[in-house]
């Protein structure tokens, strides 16, 4: 296997690290979960919402959806998006929803050695659900996952080598 050596770590051509732990390689934040001495910041800011205007759009109408992809990459494909997704509208007939993708919040902090931050996460998530939605969603992404084609097509595709770039960041004048 050609690997590339950035820093420490050595890479493939495709970005994915060149260990058992295939986790797409993005430049501002560490893809291998305890290594760093402290936790790393999030890809994008909670309020940065105009990043993916359609996801933004889809979260304000069905946070479902999107609470569903995210809880399928999360769980690492064990729980469909459209399962997670209908348990995540029940809840949300009772107000209970921001409980449960709280939960999955901090699934995700802990595989990717994420900050708590701005604040607790079922407080992120209590106060602004559909901002901490889509946060989640744009981190998924911006760390190489085609959100909308599941766990198991994403693994395909890194098998196969096919990736989607992770997003290093935006130009700026």
């Known amino acids: 296997m050609y690997t590339s050596s950035h820093g420490?770590?050595?890479?493939?051509?495709?970005?994915?690290?060149?260990?058992?732990?295939?986790?797409?390689?993005?430049p501002h934040v560490s893809p291998f979960h305890?290594?760093?001495?402290?936790?790393?910041?999030?890809?994008?800011?909670?309020?940065?919402?105009?990043?993916?205007?359609?996801n933004c759009v889809i979260t304000c109408f069905c946070p479902c959806v999107t609470f569903g992809q995210i809880a399928e990459i999360v769980n690492k494909g064990s729980i469909s998006c459209a399962a997670s997704g209908a348990v995540y509208g029940l809840l949300a007939l009772t107000g209970l929803s921001c409980l449960y993708s709280c939960v999955y919040r901090s699934r995700l902090r802990g595989q990717y050695d994420l900050?708590?931050?701005p604040c607790a996460d079922c407080l992120v998530h209590f106060c602004c659900e559909t901002c901490s939605l889509c946060q989640e969603y744009r981190e998924l992404k911006n760390r190489g996952?085609?959100?909308?084609?599941?766990?198991?097509?994403n693994m395909d595709r890194q098998g196969?080598?096919?990736?989607?770039?992770p997003v290093v960041g935006r130009m700026a004048r």
């Open 160 to 165: 196969r080598g096919v990736t989607v770039a």
């Open 145 to 153: 996952f085609d959100m909308g084609i599941g766990w198991n097509a």
């Open 34 to 54: 305890g290594t760093a001495a402290s936790a790393a910041g999030w890809s994008t800011g909670l309020c940065h919402c105009c990043d993916d205007p359609a």
């Open 115 to 117: 900050e708590e931050a």
């Open 8 to 26: 420490n770590a050595k890479y493939t051509p495709a970005g994915y690290p060149a260990t058992a732990m295939n986790v797409p390689h993005h």
